[in-house]
C-alpha cells in the first residue's frame, strides 16, 4: 500500500512537470541546435522547509563527458499543500538535450507530490525549454503534500 501510494504521487508529479513546460532559457542559441548531446550530470546536496509555501536551497557541481564542470547553487520556490522539513545529501540528476554546459542554467518548472516520514527519497523530472533534468536522491526529514512552482539552477560565484 505504502508503495502504491508513493508511486501514485510520483507519477502525478512528473505529469505535472511535464505538462507545465517552460519558456526557452535566454542561454539557448538556435545555432547550438547542431552541434552534439553532451552528457551531464548534477551532483548536489539541498535543505528545505515547508508550510503551504516551499523553500528549498542548496549546492552542486555540474559536470559533462566533455570535461567541463560548473558550480552551481540551486533554488525552489514552490506554493501547494506542503508541511515538512528535509535534506537530501549525494544527489545526482542527469540533463537530457544538452549541446553546452550553460544551457543548464535557468528555471525549471517543477511539480511535486511527497509523503515520506524520517527516511526518504526524491524523484522528479523538470523542464526548461527542450532541456530536462531527472532527479534522484535520499535524505531524512518530514514532507508532506503537492506543489507546483520553480526550480532555479544559477552559476556558484
Known sequence: MKST???MLATTALACALSLGAAPSAHA???????ADIDCKLHYDLTGWSLVYK???GTGVVSCDNGQTLPVKISARAIGLTAGKWHVDNGVGRFSDVHNIHEVLGNYAQANANAALVKSGEAQVLT????????????????LGVSVGQFTITKAE
Do not use: Q
Open 128 to 143: 526548461k525549454g527542450t532541456v530536462s533534468l531527472a532527479l534522484h536522491g535520499s535524505g531524512e526529514g518530514i514532507n
Open 55 to 57: 523553500h528549498t536551497t
Open 29 to 35: 542559441h538556435p545555432m547550438h541546435r547542431a552541434d
Open 5 to 7: 501510494t508513493s508511486a
